[in-house]
């Protein structure tokens, strides 16, 4: 199928861009790499009048590591994370999951906040930026905020951000030195979502768990992290899958994803034990 009919906007500014959000209200939907809106278009699941693609606003894009702090734009893509000496080195495990999103072709074109915008369940950042800790800046017509990306999700497709304003980047502190970290994920196939992800974090600042796709949200367990820090690999294990609730799918039936989910965090926790320290 192809998509209606529609109006093609490329702003140069986010204020451009947020003009027009403000003006066509709930017939407007901005577009970053398109990877989930265009498919959503294709098949009619989605009807709108206006698209705003952000490729062409310069401010919404880069990576800055400094203090501490990294900042990326929501425009920048995973080929750009992977690329990205200085983000390799601060933090090692946006590479690893990086590698593991989709393939190349859809790195090329897929942005960060993209991945991270919309909700979609099966994305890989979302947890993974649970896991960091991240907050994301909102820009609307009311002024700037900002939400941690822990609070964000509501339900799938849900967020909090509003249909006028725009994801514009990420923030987080780059982990101390000392920590450990793994991304582990199974799919069933090169490009496919996972059937369960998991981003570990340990070290000198404590744990931190996160699951991906084994729940209509990601799933950031302070309970798992917490039995992590203190020892319990078992305890982690066990609170992370007390956490998650997946739903039967061509990936496969409810007991199947519980039983992939704990060895993918086992994997993923004992990788992330052998890098610390």
């Known amino acids: 199928m192809i998509p209606g009919r529609f109006d093609y906007h490329r702003p140069d500014s986010v204020a451009g861009a947020i003009a027009i959000l403000t003006e066509h209200g709930d017939a407007a939907r901005v577009v970053a790499g398109g990877h989930s809106l265009i498919p959503m278009m ?3 699941m989605t009807d709108l009048e206006h698209l705003i693609d952000l490729q062409a606003i310069e401010a919404l894009k880069g990576i800055d590591v400094a203090d501490g702090t990294v900042r990326i734009g929501a425009m920048t893509t995973q080929h750009e994370l992977l690329t990205s000496d200085v983000l390799k080195s601060a933090v090692p495990i946006l590479h690893e999951a990086a590698t593991q999103i989709a393939d190349p072709q859809v790195r090329y074109m897929g942005t960060v906040g993209g991945n991270v915008a919309n909700g979609d369940p099966g994305n890989d950042m979302p ?3 649970q896991c960091l800790g991240a907050s994301f800046t909102l820009i609307g017509p009311n002024g700037t905020r900002e939400v941690a990306a822990r609070d964000y999700y509501e339900a ?3 967020t909090e951000r509003e249909d006028d304003e725009i994801l514009s980047e990420i923030r ?4 101390p030195a000392g920590t450990g970290y793994a991304y582990e994920k199974q799919k069933r196939k090169i490009g496919d979502y996972a059937t369960a992800a998991a981003a570990v974090l340990t070290g000198p600042s404590g744990a931190s768990i996160a699951m991906t ?4 949200t990601p799933i950031w367990s302070q309970e798992a992290g917490d039995a992590l820090a203190s020892g319990d690999t078992e305890g982690a294990i066990a609170a992370a899958l007390a956490a998650i609730d997946p739903s039967e799918d061509n990936r496969g039936p409810v007991e199947f994803k519980k039983h992939v989910a704990g060895v993918i965090l086992r994997r993923a926790i004992e990788r992330a034990q052998k ?3």
Not at 172 to 175: E, K, N, S, Y
């Open 156 to 158: 799938a497709y849900f």
């Open 172 to 175: 987080f502190q780059v982990p």
């Open 275 to 277: 890098r610390a320290g």
């Open 213 to 216: 796709n084994l729940s209509d």
């Open 42 to 44: 294709k098949l009619r």
């Open 127 to 129: 947890g993974l930026m």
